[in-house]
């Protein structure tokens, strides 16, 4: 029948297209590069984006992978725009961008053609609603947080506030989820919050956050001093109220919800995600890492929070000070962008 040899005809040249295509030996590296740290979706993702845009480049001016320049990324996505879902759009971008990290770490590559690009892409800021700290912020409030505790040291209430502001930035966990955690639920010796079907958790058991190392330590010290049964709930208060608690220490302050620290994880982590890949190649700009740790059904969602990473924090230093606890003076947060008007994101996942 004329449709089905028609069919045939097709699925023989795609694959004699693919056999074609894996004689690349720059992607063939960087697919051998991907398996070792990533799951075989991504892997076919991202190296099947390469072979797609090889494929661009060849046919609009013969020109290679490392001749690539900014215009010519621009170019292709631009011409996808209409054909591709924001979130395949999205693991487009991050493959793509991945794959000329790979190029300058390994191979050498002298210039990168992605930053003119990725400008080309900023969220429209026209209609911002909502407040996010930057690092540098983030760390004054910890300083005010230290201070409302030894104001009145015995006081439960300061220092379970304390405990659940760290253990926010320093998981990223929804509020709902986060307010019925139980100590059953923290694995202490990896640091990962173990989330099951006691809990309201929208992605089920593949959602398991990571707490930073400083947010675990506040948690363990406020255990040891008001323990907590295992199987019961580790707060006090409710959503209600810790929505008001939060509400009267914050005033004064940029005007954050509990999903502005949910916000604040997910930059950091994009920001740096090697104190967090143990045993793995640490690599920055990874989205699909970040969606992991958010547990974020789309990576058009995570895109959200990873492209104004750079904003919330540009320094190492604050980096290290926000996951692992060290103190920086206060004297030298106010000369930063601590006192600077907060920075503010588009919609709430």
Known sequence: MPLIDNIRKANAARQANIAKRRKNPFIEEFRAYLVINRAPATVQKYTSTTYNFADYLKAAGNRTLRQAKAADILGWFGKLN??????????????????????????????????????????????????????????????????????????????????????MAGTGIREGVFMELRPSHVDWSSGYIMLDDSLPNKRGHEYQPRCTPYALVVLQRYLERWPVPKHERLWTTNKGKFDKHLRTFLKGWPDWTAHAFRYLYGCMNYFRSLEFREGQPPSRHDIVFVRDMLGHASLATTDRYVRLARRLCESDEMWEAWALGKIVPIEKLKQTRGIMPQVELEGVA
Not at 102 to 115: Q, V
Not at 121 to 133: A, K, L, M, W
Not at 150 to 155: G, S, T
């Open 82 to 167: 209409d054909r591709v879902g924001k979130a395949r759009m999205a693991e487009m971008r991050a493959g793509l961008h991945l794959f000329y990290d790979w190029m300058i770490d390994i191979k050498g590559l002298k210039a990168h053609p992605f930053p003119r690009f990725l400008g080309k892409f900023q969220i429209d800021h026209t209609s911002i609603t909502r407040p996010v700290p930057t690092a540098e912020q983030f760390l004054m409030l910890r300083h005010a947080l230290n201070e409302h505790v030894k104001a009145k040291p015995e006081a439960q209430p300061r220092h379970e506030l304390r405990c659940q502001i760290e253990l």
